[in-house]
């Protein structure tokens, strides 16, 4: 028996090996989205634009209706190839809350945490994530995009 030791490429792993021909095929190694989207550039690449060109379509826009589109990016980027099914019921969707200032002894903007409701609730469709981990993690990273949103949209 011969042995063949071969280096896969780094960012790869092997998806599939013909024994017959010894083909071997590499397909990128997953990577968490929270590693790959970690600021808003990141978010406009995975969504196919820059901020230069975002500010060009939307720069005449209100701020707030600005971070409302960054949100509907962050969360489109999070969620992968996730929607969420508004008729599925039993189908968990997560958002985050905010709190919006002094309350429980601290000043500021920040988030809270975050909730999940079933399609049932009288909660109307948010921008929602597929795991509380990612609506956390968006909460979090893009504070400022979701404090944008929120101080002046009330």
Not at 21 to 50: A, C, H, M, Q, S
Not at 114 to 120: A, L
Request: with cysteine; glycine share 8%.
């Amino acid at each position: 028996m011969k042995t063949l030791k071969i280096e896969i490429p780094e960012g790869f792993e092997i998806a599939n090996f013909d024994s017959k021909t010894g083909e071997i095929k590499f397909k990128p190694t997953p990577i968490d989205i929270k590693e790959r989207i970690k600021t808003l550039d990141d978010v406009y690449v995975d969504n196919g634009t820059t901020k230069a060109e975002f500010e060009k379509l939307y720069g005449f826009l209100p701020n707030h209706v600005k971070a409302y589109l960054q949100m509907g990016m962050i969360t489109k980027s999070l969620n992968q190839d996730w929607e969420a099914d508004w008729n599925d019921n039993s189908q968990r969707k997560y958002f985050q809350y905010f709190y919006m200032g002094g309350d429980l002894g601290s000043s500021g903007f920040r988030c809270a945490g975050c909730v999940d409701w079933s399609t049932d609730s009288d909660v109307g469709s948010r921008l929602c994530f597929k795991s509380s981990e990612l609506a956390k993690y968006a909460g979090e990273t893009f504070i400022d995009v979701y404090k944008e949103f929120h101080y002046k949209n009330i």
